[in-house]
């Protein structure tokens, strides 16, 4: 079982900065990718931005520029520095990964953390 602790939500103002960690354990034999996605209620989960294992990132075109994602593998720990932050990229933000395990390759996600821009 794989297990993954987000922190770093909050209230913030437009235009402020605020920095998610994801930190992963359990049986991992190693980290394929990690990411964050964002959920608003009524919509559709949405991918926000991924890094794999060689360091190449991938990004929403709504967040390129103010977001940035990065991990350090040997803590096992994404981040997502948001800066520029706007009313409209309030949500809940999940962390997932995928890793390899015991058990083959595995899916995990994150309970969530939420992130709130007034204007």
């Known amino acids: 079982q794989v297990q993954l602790v987000e922190s770093g939500g909050g209230l913030v103002q437009a235009g402020e900065s605020l920095r998610l960690s994801c930190t992963a354990s359990g049986r991992i034999f190693s980290i394929i990718a990690m990411g964050w996605h964002r959920q608003v209620p009524g919509k559709q989960r949405e991918l926000v931005a991924t890094v794999n294992s060689g360091g190449s990132t991938n990004y929403a075109d709504s967040v390129k520029g103010r977001f940035t994602i990065s991990r350090d593998n040997v803590k096992k720990t994404v981040y997502l520095q948001m800066n520029s932050l706007k009313p409209e990229d309030t949500a809940v933000y999940y962390c997932?990964?995928?890793?390899?395990?015991?058990?083959?390759?595995?899916?995990?996600w994150g309970q969530g953390t939420q992130v709130t821009v007034s204007s």
């Open positions: 997932n990964t995928r890793v390899s395990g015991p058990l083959g390759i595995g899916d995990y």
